[in-house]
């Protein structure tokens, strides 16, 4: 089965330090990967996608994300943190089946930015 | 344009009793998927509905069961709830899309079972 590992449960920055999440999963065959934000009082929202093509892509609020197959990894990046990033972060793959596809989540990644 | 919509916000059940959580999704998505975010987890998929049929299914008991319309909304069942179904429970919808689909996630009903 699947499975997707998320490095550091919590993370503490200050506004304007680097980010990077890591992101692991288990499956050999041909993946998508999406990387989600939960903001406090807020739903689900997609951050960035990875399905095929160059494996740097980049999301929305300057977030960005590499996707290293050998490594089985898609870490989160942004080059300077914000107060308003303070959010909880999930990696999330599915694999490419004929149909249904389900999305396959980490346990989540809670950001904290200090101001 | 409205995203997905997921009715009740909140609710309170005792074990036993049974529960049905319903969800719309975003306009011009055919596929409803659910999940069940336990606290401090991340969501674990229950099951996925596609054309009114029930298309794959996560390790989740028949104690959980679904529907979708013709007008692609979709509903939960959770019937003899336990304590431990206690969770958020969330609907992504998607436009099929042979592999390359993106789900969107609506705000979730969050279920407290006493």
């Known amino acids: 089965a699947q499975s997707v590992s998320q490095h550091n449960h919590h993370v503490i920055l200050s506004e304007a330090a680097s980010l990077e999440l890591g992101c692991n999963y288990s499956?050999?065959?041909?993946?998508?990967l999406f990387w989600y934000v939960q903001y406090p009082g807020q739903h689900l929202q997609l951050l960035l996608k990875y399905f095929s093509g160059d494996p740097l892509v980049k999301g929305i609020k300057g977030f960005e994300a590499e996707f290293i197959k050998s490594k089985f990894s898609f870490n989160l990046r942004k080059p300077s943190v914000q107060w308003s990033d303070t959010a909880e972060y999930f990696c999330a793959v599915t694999t490419l089946m004929e149909y249904g596809n389900k999305l396959v989540f980490g346990a989540g990644t809670i950001l904290r930015v200090k101001s | 344009d409205a995203g997905v919509t997921q009715s009740p916000t909140h609710l309170i059940k005792t074990r036993g009793q049974q529960v049905t959580l319903r969800c719309s999704p975003k306009s011009g998505h055919d596929t409803v998927s659910w999940y069940q975010q336990a606290l401090g987890q991340g969501p674990q998929f229950i099951f996925q509905?596609?054309?009114?049929?029930?298309?794959q299914r996560g390790n989740f008991p028949d104690r959980f069961s679904g529907h979708q319309f013709p007008n692609y909304s979709s509903e939960l069942n959770v019937n003899a709830l336990l304590l431990g179904d206690s969770a958020l429970y969330l609907c992504?919808?998607?436009?099929?899309?042979?592999?390359?689909?993106?789900?969107?996630f609506g705000p979730g009903t969050r279920l407290l079972v006493l």
């Open positions: 992504a919808s998607s436009y099929e899309n042979r592999g390359a689909e993106t789900q969107y």
């Open positions: 509905y596609y054309e009114e049929e029930e298309r």
């Open positions: 499956y050999g065959g041909t993946v998508n």
